[in-house]
Structures are given as C-alpha cells and as structure tokens.
C-alpha cells in the first residue's frame, strides 16, 4: 500500500497552505478533506487580513510576512484568489467613548485613525449614524476565503501532491507513533501526520490519546446571493467579545453566546454577515437557525439598516482557537510522527508564512518562529490505552 511523506488532515486554508508548501518542498502529499463541498471555517469567513495587528516583534513580523505573501500569491499559485486592500471600519457603539476604545489599540503596529460620525458616513455611506459614536479606520486586506483554499489546493496538486474526500476517524497509533489515519472507507499511511482540523482538531487528536490546548466556538452567520446593495468597506466592531471569551482560564466550558455584527461584501458582490460565537465543549453542538439569524440580522440592522432584511441563508460551523499563543504549531510533545497546525488568530495573515516556515523546518532548517510557537504545543495523553 502507497505511504506518504506527510498526510495534512483539513482542506480549509491552514491544510491547503501547508500541503501546498509541504509539496513545493519535494514531498508527497496526501490532503484529506471530510466534506466535497467545504462546511468549514474557512468556507464561512470573512477572508480580512488584519495586517495591521501585530503586537510583538514575532507577530509584526507575521503579518508582514504575510501581506507580501498575500500581495503575491494569485501570480505564484496562478490564480485568482481576489486580493484586494480595503478600509477596515471599527464601529464604535453610541454609549461608548471613543478615546477610550482608540488607546485600546495602541499596541496595534497600525495606528488606527479616530473618525467622527460624518467622517464615518462618508467613508462607509451605509453606517447608520445614530448608532455610532464614532469609528476607527485601518488599511486592512482581503481575500476570498473559499478561493484562496482551493487556489492552494490546485498548486499542491501542480506539484504532485494529492487530495481525496474522505472524513479521518482517527490516527492509527502504535506504541505512540502515529503511522497514518484511518478514514471510513481505508487506511492511509505516512512518515508524518499533521492535523489541520480546526474546531476538530481536538476532538480528533483525543480519539489517539492526545490531549491539546485547541479549542473552538460554535459561529454563526449569514451568507447571501449577489445584491445591488455596496458596501465600501469592512465593518466589524471596535470592542469585540469574541475575544473576551477566547481568554477564558477553561475555554472549553459551555458559556452564553456573544454576538459581534459586522459584515464584509466579496467582488461578486455576495455578502457574509456575522457574528455570533459561543465556546462550547461538544463538536457537536447544535445552534438554532431561527433564532440565530433573526439576532444576527436584528444587530445588523442597527449598524447598517439597509443590511438587515436582505435575503440570504444561515449557517453555523466551528472555528478553532487557543488561548496561550498566535497558533498551535509544531510536532506534538511525547508522541512521535505527529503534528498540529492549528488554533489560530487571524488565521488568513497568519497561515500562509507560517506554512511556508513550517515546510522549511521540517526540512531540516532552523526557524526561530516555529521554535517558539512549539512551546504552546503541549499534550498529554488521556486514559486511552494506546
């Protein structure tokens, strides 16, 4: 039976960009991807580059690294994965102060510009001007999420790589090395596994005994058809409390849902609307549509009214997240052929130089970057004999 160099579980765009530098490196790749038609993070997401948000020396220079990869990336993938840089409008809610929220991002590498109302509403006519006290700017990026993926995946398979539709059940592990994955359908062997699973991931790693900080939220959002409807910009809040909740001390306990309303307009003119997110402790946890979108849409409309009736359709999936670093990547600590490349914060900046770093480490190249981030992944076996 063919084994590979490296299995990459997770078609979304941290499997995709990892597969891609993987099989540009000379590796034989294997993707594997549970759904034919993607219900995951990446298919769901706004698809911003947040640039902009470096707060050390290592992530500034991530997101360096990764608006030029980004800048680049339809010419070396030769495709067209809708690059364009735009406004990021912060919207400052009416009952907050404005100097405040603004001192709050000042460890941002990008300062952001303070707006007033009429300043705000010239820059994005859709805001409502009664529910703003004022707004931040910031040069932000974007992409389209589901074709920046499948933009990767058609390069890795340019470089041989191979890509087949089949969900992992879990790792197959012998006396803690990690062979390969066992799909429902057969086995599959590597040298190297590394789960690119996102709000799975961890679910999938306990199947074989690991235990890893990597958590996820259950999301909520809106997907419509094209619409005549333009909206300049992106408009997410200045206060989010997604991240509020993503620190938690136990991020795996159940907790209320939180709703951040924002919305991003992609070039066929197609909107995502969003957000609602709740930590939960059960991959599958359901939310209820009803519900959901009438939230969603009741808090959009209060920002950009014109928004709040168009037609469109709900969906819900799980995003991944940690609450110790950037991203959980590197070789899982006391198992052996195993890997993580997952939990991320602004994943679509973040992925695509720290695949191409990851590919080059496992190479057999020191990299500084991936040294430090391997210190996050740490895990410990639960009681399932292995």
């Known amino acids: 039976m063919k084994s590979y160099d490296w299995i990459v579980i997770g078609g979304g765009i941290t499997g995709s960009s990892l597969g891609y530098e993987l099989a540009k490196k000379g590796y034989s790749v294997l993707l594997l991807e549970k759904d034919a038609i993607p219900d995951n993070a990446t298919y769901y997401s706004y698809g911003g580059l947040a640039y902009w948000s470096g707060t050390t020396p290592l992530t500034r220079q991530l997101c360096q690294e990764g608006i030029e990869i980004h ?9 067209d994965t809708e690059f364009r840089e735009l406004d990021l409008v912060l919207t ?8 405040t929220v603004l001192d709050s991002y000042a460890q941002f590498a990008i300062t952001p ?17 009664n529910a703003i ?16 993926a499948q933009s990767y995946q058609q390069a890795m398979v340019r470089a041989g790589g191979e890509i087949k539709i089949a969900k992992v059940l879990e790792p197959i592990v012998l006396d803690r090395h990690v062979k390969g994955v066992k799909t429902a359908e057969q086995n599959y062997y590597a040298a190297n596994t590394v789960v690119c699973a996102g709000g799975l991931s961890r679910f999938l790693l306990k199947t074989a005994g690991i ?5 996820f939220t259950l999301a909520q959002l809106i997907m419509t058809p094209p619409t005549d409807i333009e909206l300049r910009t992106l408009v997410m809040p200045a206060v989010q409390k997604r991240f509020d909740i993503e620190a938690q001390t136990n991020p795996s306990s159940d907790c209320p849902s939180i709703l951040d309303s924002g919305a991003i307009q992609f070039r066929d003119r197609s909107f995502c609307i969003g957000q609602i997110s709740q930590v939960t402790s059960s991959p599958e946890a359901k939310a209820d549509a009803v519900t959901g979108e009438a939230r ?12 709040q009736n168009i037609p469109g359709t709900w969906h819900s999936c799980l995003v991944a997240f940690n609450n110790n670093s950037i991203a959980l990547v590197g070789a899982i600590e006391n198992f052996k052929g195993i890997y993580l490349f997952s939990g991320f914060t602004s994943t679509f900046v973040f992925a695509p130089p720290l695949a191409r770093r990851f590919a080059n480490w496992v190479a057999g190249e020191e990299d500084e ?18």
Do not use: M, W
Not at 373 to 383: K, W
């Open 113 to 129: 510009t303070l707006l007033n109302v009429k300043e705000a509403c010239e820059l994005e006519p859709l805001l409502n001007p």
């Open 296 to 307: 969603i849409r009741k808090g959009i409309g209060i920002i950009i009214p014109s928004l």
């Open 92 to 99: 400052i809610a009416a009952d907050n102060d404005p100097q």
């Open 133 to 148: 006290a004022s707004v931040l700017r910031l040069p932000h990026g974007h992409v389209h999420p589901q074709k920046t």
């Open 211 to 215: 235990s890893v900080p990597n958590y």
């Open 369 to 386: 970057i991936i040294s430090q981030l391997q210190q996050f992944v740490i895990s410990s076996s639960t009681d399932r004999p292995i």
């Open 71 to 79: 800048r680049q990336l339809s010419a070396e993938l030769e495709a």
